[in-house]
T-cell receptor
Framework: DAGVIQSPRHEVTEMGQEVTLRCKPISGHNSLFWYRQTMMRGLELLIYFNNNVPIDDSGMPEDRFSAKMPNASFSTLKIQPSEPRDSAVYFC???????????FGPGTRLTVT | KQEVTQIPAALSVPEGENLVLNCSFTDSAIYNLQWFRQDPGKGLTSLLLIQSSQREQTSGRLNASLDKSSGRSTLYIAASQPGDSATYLCAALNDYKLSFGAGTTVTVRA
């Protein structure tokens, strides 16, 4: 299995631009999570999907952030407009069930200048 | 809200020494506890997962214990090697939510 796939691996953009991060979970996994990692706050859960439905988006910092999961094999996290404080590493993780072991993707390092 | 704490924040040991990494959590109603390794600029690699009903889990030189009632887990790494240098994160799972500690950064000196 290829594991969780994320793209792009690195993204550099200017403040005000739209950013879209992508994730392909492990085949057969029905739960997907988006996390953000920063030096100041560590790893934080942004949003959790189960069977493609958003269950908990309480970690999404602002309305500028949105996430979708149109099907079982694809999810996006969008930031519009982006701000320098959004600079972080964004991880996607998937699992066969919400209480099972989570498998993380390699992350997308976002820099907003 | 689950709070996870890892002590120490950093550790430097000579090669061959055993490593002991500590993790504590405030809400004992966990489903499981996972230990991860993160290399600089890289993603998270799952090392061990301990279910709430288990007391310990072993994989090669790694052994993790869990004391749910006291809210503690310990990761032991035997006979450390320079390749073990990394940041180790523990994470406690409540319902679907994984709460992470800040990590322990380990340096193994050759």
């Amino acid at each position: 299995d290829a594991g969780v796939i994320q793209s792009p691996r690195h993204e550099v953009t200017e403040m005000g631009q739209e950013v879209t991060l992508r994730c392909k979970p492990i085949s057969g996994h029905n739960s997907l999570f988006w996390y953000r990692q920063t030096m100041m706050r560590g790893l934080e859960l942004l949003i959790y999907f189960n069977n493609n439905v958003p269950i908990d988006d309480s970690g999404m910092p602002e309305d500028r952030f949105s996430a979708k999961m149109p099907n079982a094999s694809f999810s996006t996290l969008k930031i519009q407009p982006s701000e320098p404080r959004d600079s972080a590493v964004y991880f996607c993780a998937s699992t066969a069930g919400p209480s099972n072991e989570q498998y993380f993707g390699p992350g997308t390092r976002l820099t907003v200048t | 809200k689950q709070e996870v704490t890892q002590i120490p924040a950093a550790l430097s040991v000579p090669e061959g020494e055993n490593l002991v990494l500590n993790c504590s959590f405030t809400d004992s109603a966990i489903y499981n506890l996972q230990w991860f390794r993160q290399d600089p600029g890289k993603g998270l690699t799952s090392l061990l997962l301990i279910q709430s009903s288990q007391r310990e889990q072993t994989s090669g030189r790694l052994n993790a214990s869990l004391d749910k009632s006291s809210g503690r887990s310990t990761l032991y790494i035997a006979a450390s090697q320079p390749g073990d240098s990394a940041t180790y994160l523990c994470a406690a799972l409540n319902d679907y939510k994984l709460s992470f500690g800040a990590g322990t950064t380990v340096t193994v000196r050759a």
